[in-house]
């Protein structure tokens, strides 16, 4: 470089040291490297103050700094003051420009770096390796300051290696050992991304399909080409269930079909954007995620998306989400929305703003202010397209201060109107005997009592409440037996409900005992296997509640009363008939006495107070019946020895729907989701069969949760047998009963410890009893075809009517004025105190797109339930000019009509269920029904059902017309799935849209 006239030497002393004195290190400011000799041959020169003095400098010379003069590297170890010099920005270019550098050098341009502890210029820069993931054999050097940001490197690699302008690119840093680690943050320098000389730096540039090439899975070279060649609707792609996790593909269709936010993430915009030091955010990992799969799910390449990195991403996040049992789509809205909001988030360093409140101001003073503070703080897409205003309006009910505050909100959640009343259907047991069970559907208070239920079926059957008792029947025998004032909400409509009529002695002071009778039948074997020689039992039928005077508590009254009770299906001996007599051994008495159901007499007293035994008087004539023992090894799961039972011999042609399944309760009934056991196989009421509980089902439920309860009191064992067998041995003839009576416990075990003597005895708790059946004896006396029988009630008849309800009305609901709950109750500043103010909610100022969440799942301190209800909300113009607080629109303000344009459907009850979408595509106006992997075409009529659960409404001013027009559906189309798949695999047909509302669960 040729040098300009200097000024005079003095003049370059001064002010070249000068510079050297008092410019100061500062991060990221540029300093040069200048060769010592050179240096100090310089500042003899201008100290002797002859221009024409032979310790004249020449140009500058760094030669003696490289190690060889085709790459200008640094040679190593160089150390300041005596290899070099280090001079700042200023002085380098006086000297560059009085001097000039010889043969072209290049510039030793070194920035200053702040180090953990000190501010230092880097002399030695990093040396990196740079190459492309697509071609990793082509590698180049670069050096970079400490002090440079990854977005140097990113746009040195796209220069050297000429990738296409605008493509989007992702870097990753490659240690020693091999392992890679993701650049995410461009703007991060290269000292706190911790590169170091040596390490390789990738780049990678995304697929036309929308995957990177360092995710996509190493497969056959056909299915890539078959794969490629595939070109579909951008948009219409499943996603595939990675096991429950159909929640989150429903919620991420219905984001996927929201145009503003799909546009911003197709258009890259995001990059710009991600916040990577938010410590409310994720560090742009959720956006990051997020934008991969939409950039798959609208390329147009595939059939269907696998979300898997983006369902760790959120787990990571979100713990709650880890695993994969099945959650609430909305619930994963709200997590997504205000994710993506944080990693996206324009504001880097939230400023502290005190809230004010209104203290009588204008309303439009106020929520202007509100929503200025709220931008200062939350600046993002999410708030561009989503976040609305509301007012909140609290009133103290003791000063009467009122607060009003104005709140942002990202959806709405609105409730459903719930009835107070409540539809059951239960099983009527009359005392008459030859009068078969009736199934009643009454209608009682949701927050009733079991009196409340016994006196709506009062006034069916004109029997007094105090003369029922209700119980749950479950498997053939007493699951609850429930008190007159314990709440209906502990009955779920699952549930098979039994009343039956009690029978009431008039004048008559003796006390009576409700007796609860089970039904078991003998096994034709011998329970060897427990250790014991008593014979095995199964419960049959279905039980019976009773009252009975304690003086009747004998074998004898009770046999009598049994077989009275039971003659509609238990037919009595004829007289004709002799039945055997049998004679007793003195060994199988001394069986009796030491029997201990197969258990260690440790076990026994562990379990003694599990079930207390009923106690009875005995007929010596009747002993012998209890030296069989009928009872089952409690060491067995009792729903494993039910099953042993021989199925029942329907002989009179009606059908029979029994399960095949050997691990569930025969049942005769046909099940149904309300968990009722009616035939829709048997026309005639006559006909009717009755089953205690319906089969299981194959995912968890309440059922299934009783049989474990079940189980766990099954195996509990019996109290100590009373040792008496003297009286016994006494009388060893009798004549053969049809059945036999055992004390039993309440899962229908037998109880040892049986009193004698013909005295009554106590009942310290709910006694049960078992009659137990010989096979043989069963097979001639009991009909069990008849037994199974029940009539329908006319209640029965009444159609229950689909609740239809209006979308106004759900949002008129959000705005009702309401009491806090005592759980939450509100800070009144004036009475200094916690009170349960009123509030109100209004709506302020609605967002671009407005996401509606209607409240289907109620959940208060005793209920649980899903509300079914048909909610009628358009498809378009839905107008909220009448819900606005704000009645006149000042000029330029958006309207407040809005088009639907995605639905998230529920589908089941509150413990499973499947959940599906409707949306409609933005680039052609179709709708589609997106059900985890699988998308059909959709008709409009479709889309208002009982299931939906979260709706998407566009704001029309903001909505674009359909770019391409829609595809041509004739009306069978919607059996075939939108993206023109057809699998060899698939033996049967698609189901149609419509179909899928009865679709299995997860």
């Known amino acids: 470089m040729t040098a300009s006239e200097p000024p005079g030497l003095e003049t370059q002393r001064r002010d070249i ?45 760094n030669t003696e700094l490289f ?117 995410r943050n461009i703007h991060m320098s290269v000292l706190d991304a911790c590169l170091s000389s040596g390490m390789t730096v990738i780049m990678e540039t995304r697929n036309a399909d929308g995957t990177w090439p360092s995710s996509r899975p190493q497969i056959m070279r056909n299915s890539v080409e078959e794969q490629d060649s595939y070109r579909g609707q ?23 079909n929201t145009p503003p936010l799909t546009e911003y993430f197709l258009q890259s915009s995001y990059l710009e954007e991600l916040n990577f030091t938010n410590p409310l955010g994720m560090k742009g990992e959720i956006a990051e995620a997020y934008a991969d799969v939409i950039k798959q799910m609208w390329s147009g390449r595939h059939y269907s998306v696998v979300p898997r990195v983006f369902k760790t991403k959120v787990g990571h996040f979100a713990s709650q989400f880890l695993g994969y049992q099945q959650h609430d789509s909305q619930e994963l809205l709200s997590f997504l929305l205000d994710g993506l909001h944080e990693d996206l988030n324009r504001v880097k360093n939230k400023e502290y703003i005190e809230l004010r409140d209104a203290d009588g101001r204008p309303d439009q003073e106020v929520a202007e202010e509100a929503w200025r503070n709220h931008r200062r703080r939350n600046d993002s897409v999410i708030v561009d397209t989503f976040h609305g205003l509301f007012k909140s309006t609290l009133v103290c009910p003791e000063c009467l201060k009122i607060s009003v505050t104005f709140d942002p909100f990202c959806y709405l959640s609105v409730p459903l109107p719930v009835s107070k009343e409540r539809v059951m259907e239960v099983f009527y047991v009359s005392l008459d005997p030859y009068a078969k069970p009736a199934q009643h559907r009454v209608v009682v208070p949701k927050a009733g009592k079991v009196f409340d239920l016994c006196s709506a079926l009062c ?27 314990e709440s209906l909400s502990c009955i779920l409509d699952r549930d098979d409900i039994f009343v039956y009529e009690l029978s009431v002695l008039e004048e008559q002071q003796e006390e009576q005992v409700l007796l609860a009778l089970y039904l078991r039948e003998r096994s034709h074997y011998r329970d060897y296997g427990s250790g014991s020689s008593s014979y095995g039992t199964t419960l049959f039928g279905h039980p ?85 023992s009928d009872d089952t090894a409690t060491a067995k799961p009792l729903l494993d020895q039910n099953n042993t039972q021989p199925p029942p011999d329907h002989g009179d042609g009606e059908t029979n729907n029994k399960s095949e399944n050997p691990t569930e309760p025969i049942c005769s009934a046909d099940t149904t989701d309300t968990a009722k056991d009616v035939n829709p196989g048997t026309h005639s009421t006559e006909g009717a069969e009755i089953s205690s509980k319906p089969p299981l089902p194959s995912n968890t439920t309440e059922e299934e949760q009783k049989e474990e309860d079940k189980q766990e ?153 899903k509300l079914d209800s048909i909610v009628d909300f358009p498809l378009r113009d839905l107008d909220f000019s009448g819900c606005l607080l704000r009645k006149n629109l000042s000029n330029g303000e958006p309207p407040s009509r809005y088009d639907l344009i995605a639905v998230s459907n529920h589908y089941g009850g509150l413990r499973d269920g ?27 009529d479709q889309i208002v059902t009982n299931a939906a659960y979260v709706l998407f409404y566009h704001r029309q001013d903001k909505i674009r017309k359909p770019t391409l027009p829609a595809p041509n559906t004739s009306p069978t189309s919607t059996t075939q799935p939108a993206n023109d798949i057809t699998s060899c695999k698939d033996e049967e047909a698609e189901p149609s849209a419509a179909s899928y509302v009865t679709m299995e669960t997860d």
């Open 67 to 183: 190690e060889d003069l085709d790459s200008y590297h640094l040679k190593e170890r160089l150390v300041e003051n005596e290899d070099f010099m280090l001079v700042p920005a200023d002085a380098w270019h006086k000297l560059l420009v009085w001097y000039g550098v010889v043969d072209a050098q290049p510039p030793l341009e070194r920035k200053v770096v702040d180090l953990p502890s000190t501010l230092k210029v880097e002399v030695y820069p990093v040396e990196i390796f740079l190459c492309l993931h697509s071609n990793m054999e082509n590698v180049i050097t670069a050096q970079f300051s400490r002090a440079d940001n990854i977005q140097s490197i990113q746009r040195a690699m796209c220069e050297a290696f000429a990738v296409t302008v605008g493509s989007e690119c992702r870097l990753w840093m490659k240690s020693s050992d091999s392992s890679c680690e993701r650049l």
């Open 17 to 61: 040291l000068s510079l050297l004195r008092d410019t100061e290190l500062r991060a990221g400011d540029s300093w040069y490297v200048v060769e010592r000799r050179w240096y100090e041959q310089w500042k003899e020169f201008v100290e002797t103050g002859d221009q024409n003095s032979s310790s004249f400098p020449g140009q500058i010379d």
């Open 713 to 865: 009191e099954a195996c509990s064992p019996s109290p100590k047998a009373n040792e008496q067998p003297a009286k016994r041995r006494a009388c060893r003839k009798r004549r053969k009963s049809l059945f036999t009576i055992q004390a039993v416990n309440s899962n229908g075990t037998t109880e040892r410890g049986t009193g004698e003597g013909g005295s009554a005895v106590s009942f310290s708790s709910q006694p049960y009893v078992a009659i137990d059946w010989d096979p043989e004896m069963k097979k001639r006396f009991y009909n069990e075809n008849e037994a199974e029988k029940y009539v329908k009630h006319s209640s029965m008849e009444v159609p229950q009517q689909q609740t239809t309800v209006q979308l106004q009305e759900c949002i008129e609901l959000f705005t009702t004025v309401e009491t806090l709950e005592e759980e939450n109750p509100w800070y009144c500043p004036v009475c200094k105190k916690h009170q349960l103010a009123t509030k109100k909610l209004d709506l302020w100022s609605l967002p671009e797109v407005l996401i509606i969440h209607l409240k289907r799942f109620s959940y208060t301190k005793f209920t649980r339930e």
């Open 234 to 256: 951008p948009g219409v792609c499943g996603l595939t269930n990675l096991g429950n996790t159909c929640f989150m593909n429903s919620a991420l269709q219905c984001l996927s």
């Open 459 to 485: 006034e069916m059957t004109s029997i007094p409440p105090a003369q029922m008792v209700v119980a749950d029947v479950f498997n053939h025998r007493f699951y609850k037996i429930y008190n007159a004032d």
């Open 544 to 628: 019976l509640l009773l009252n009975v005077p304690r003086s009747s508590c004998s074998q004898e009254a009770l046999y009598t009363l049994f077989l009275q009770r039971l003659r509609r299906y238990v037919r009595p001996p004829d007289p004709s008939e002799e039945l055997e007599e049998e004679e007793e051994e003195d060994d199988e008495q001394e069986l009796y006495k030491t029997q201990t159901n197969g258990i260690s007499d440790d076990e026994e007293q562990e379990g003694a107070e599990k079930a207390e035994p009923f106690q009875s008087d005995l007929c010596c004539g009747d002993s012998s019946s209890n030296s069989q």
């Open 914 to 940: 499947h959940y599906t979408s409707y949306a409609c595509n933005k680039d052609n106006g179709q709708w589609y029904y997106f059900d985890d992997s699988k998308v059909t075409y959709a008709r409009e």
